[in-house]
């Protein structure tokens, strides 16, 4: 490599890769401080300025700067802006800055979080992190876990147990001989249930449309006295949340009834059952401790960014019957290994984000976010309402949803506020009432933010 000048050496590998480091800590430090004054949605200008990455792959290399400085250019101005507080869509939290800040650590350490040998850090941290939300939620002590992408995986991965566990009962062993002839297990889900459920239920074989649906209350809620026969070989499927109106299953009743039969209860609370941090919105999640397994995300409500889902299975030995993996060169020590209760082999550490999320919150950091949130959401409900709109749902946690008159109304009112950039919100089909949908799950939201977004909703209704 030529130098510029002839008495300046050229750069280590190390000193070109620090050089490049602090550049890209430098662009994402200028991205977040610039996230505020920006619309959340990126202009279609922006996003069609991507196709000029859009090129064949060259034929050879190209130094670090330039690739990162062409990722700033075009990649950081067609973001959505999800951390500045005004992203409502979906159920989406932001990033709490000690997970940011462990991220970089853990790309900086490249760990692979298989097994204790490849990363006690990793594996030890990501131990304590499962512990911290075992307890956090309230669940039994000795309940093991899962750290995988998201609520979809974590509900594929309890569900896996629950149906290792069912036909073991029955005297088969679904690992080995597979599904082909083996004992029925019935799976009874609410009218309402997340479409990753039935998702994770096609891909474990036991059918999307297979399922019993229980219909459900005018706020999604499983009807406990439209419960079909529940036995020993039925895996009932119980949502703490859900992803329209953040609505409960009645689960005192329904566990009671499903735990004197036998049957295996499994609990989709992707978001709400972290109510249970919360001294002000625990009886919302009363009954659901009661389950044999749980699937939750900490990169909603928690705040810990992408990608961190959670499985969490009563009985660990059941997780582990349907995840473990055996290969002669997996001679492994006394740890517990990720691998043998997890549904990937090599994984990112992102066990770890979730301890620095979670050590940077404490208890009362997360119930915080909860309450605060929660209360953004009575702050819209009522500002929409006074304003002669309709709040189709009872808002008992972090979402709202509302009608601006017509379907094409609402419709039309969402696609000015995306175009508005002030705030984001989308749209569902809540029972066949077309409405806006608000989900305040961001720690960064303040009442600022939910004062500025609100007069934008009105404008974009009257516009
Ligand atoms: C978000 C959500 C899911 C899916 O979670 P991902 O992390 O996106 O896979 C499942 N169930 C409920 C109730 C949800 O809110």
Request: charged share 20%.
């Amino acid at each position: 490599m030529a130098a510029s000048h002839p008495s300046a050496p050229a750069p280590t590998v190390t000193e070109a890769r620090t050089a490049l480091l602090k550049h890209a800590a430098r662009d994402a430090m200028d991205y977040l401080e610039g996230v505020d004054a920006r619309p959340v949605a990126p202009t279609p200008k922006d996003v069609a300025a991507l196709s000029a990455l859009r090129t064949p792959l060259p034929p050879g290399p190209t130094s670090a700067e330039a690739v990162l400085h062409l990722l700033h250019q075009y990649g950081s101005p067609a973001t959505v802006a999800k951390n500045n507080g005004r992203f409502f869509g979906f159920v989406n939290g932001g990033c709490l800055p000690a997970a940011l800040a462990a991220s970089w650590m853990v790309s900086a350490w490249d760990q692979n979080a298989a097994f204790y040998v490849q990363s006690p850090t990793a594996i030890t941290l990501e131990e304590i992190a499962l512990e911290w939300v075992r307890d956090l939620l309230g669940l039994p002590v000795g309940t093991g876990g899962a750290v995988v992408t998201g609520a979809t995986m974590a509900n594929l991965t309890a569900l896996a147990a629950a149906r290792h566990a069912l036909l073991a009962r029955a005297g088969w062993d679904a690992e080995a001989d597979g599904l082909f002839g083996a004992p029925p297990i019935t799976v009874v889900v609410g009218e309402e249930a997340h479409a990753s459920v039935l998702k994770a239920l096609g891909l474990l074989g036991l059918g999307r449309k297979r399922v019993v649906r229980v219909p459900v209350d005018g706020q999604g809620r499983m009807r406990a006295d439209a419960m079909p026969h529940l036995d020993a070989m039925t895996i009932l499927c119980l949502q703490a949340g859900n992803v329209n109106t953040g609505a409960f299953d009645p689960a005192p009743a329904l566990t009671l009834a499903a735990r004197a039969a036998g049957a295996w209860i499994h609990v989709d609370g992707a978001f709400g059952l972290w109510a249970t941090v919360s001294p002000d919105y625990k009886r919302l999640t009363q009954g659901f401790d009661q389950a044999d397994s749980w699937a939750t995300d900490a990169h909603k409500w928690p705040n810990i960014g992408y990608d961190c889902g959670i499985a969490l299975v009563r009985d660990p030995a059941h997780l582990r019957a349907a995840m473990s993996i055996e290969a002669s060169y997996l001679a492994l020590g006394e740890h517990r290994e990720p691998s043998d209760y997890n549904p990937e082999l090599s994984r990112r550490a992102r066990g770890v984000e979730l301890w620095a999320g979670l050590r940077s919150l404490g208890r009362s950091g997360m119930a915080q976010i909860v309450e605060r949130t929660s209360s953004h959401a009575r702050q819209f409900a009522a500002g929409l309402r006074a304003a002669g709109y309709k709040v189709l749902n009872d808002v008992v946690i972090n979402q709202v949803l509302v009608s601006f008159g017509s379907p094409e109304k609402t419709l039309r009112t969402i696609a000015r506020l995306q175009a508005d950039g002030t705030c984001w919100c989308g749209s569902t089909v809540w029972q066949g009432q077309t409405a806006m949908r608000i989900s305040v799950s961001s720690w960064a939201t303040t009442k600022e933010d939910v004062d500025l977004s609100l007069a934008a909703m009105l404008r974009a209704a009257e516009g």
